[in-house]
């Protein structure tokens, strides 16, 4: 199993900036791409920034410019950084990880979720 812990979430004015961390642990062989989602009420959860194993990144059109995605293999984390947060920006993030993980004869492969931060953008 792959466990996620997310921080950094919080109440932000606009114009303002946060980041988000996400830490994967358990027995972890691979983590291809990890990425960051966010959802509102109502709503089916958005696509916000993603980042392969290469450091290839994509971004919805509606962060770009404003949001930065970014990982750090060695401690299984990946990043978001939000800069000129918007109101329309308030949502629960998720953060999600693709990876490998097992010993031995018992290799598998998970599409991990985190348990969610709030972001919320107001004045």
């Known amino acids: 199993q792959v466990q996620l812990v997310e921080s950094g979430g919080g109440v932000v004015q606009p114009g303002g900036s946060l980041r988000l961390s996400c830490a994967a642990s358990g027995s972890i062989i691979t983590i291809n791409a990890m990425g960051w989602y966010r959802q509102t009420p109502g709503k089916q959860r958005e696509l916000v920034a993603t980042i392969t194993g290469g450091g290839s990144t994509n971004y919805a059109d509606s962060v770009k410019g404003r949001f930065t995605v970014s990982r750090d293999n060695a401690k299984n984390t990946v990043y978001l950084q939000m800069n000129s947060l918007k109101p329309e920006d308030t949502a629960v993030y998720y953060c999600?990880?693709?990876?490998?993980?097992?010993?031995?004869?018992?290799?598998?492969?998970?599409?991990?979720w985190g348990q969610g931060t709030q972001v919320t953008v107001s004045s």
């Open positions: 999600n990880v693709q990876a490998r993980y097992g010993s031995g004869g018992y290799i598998r492969t998970s599409n991990s």
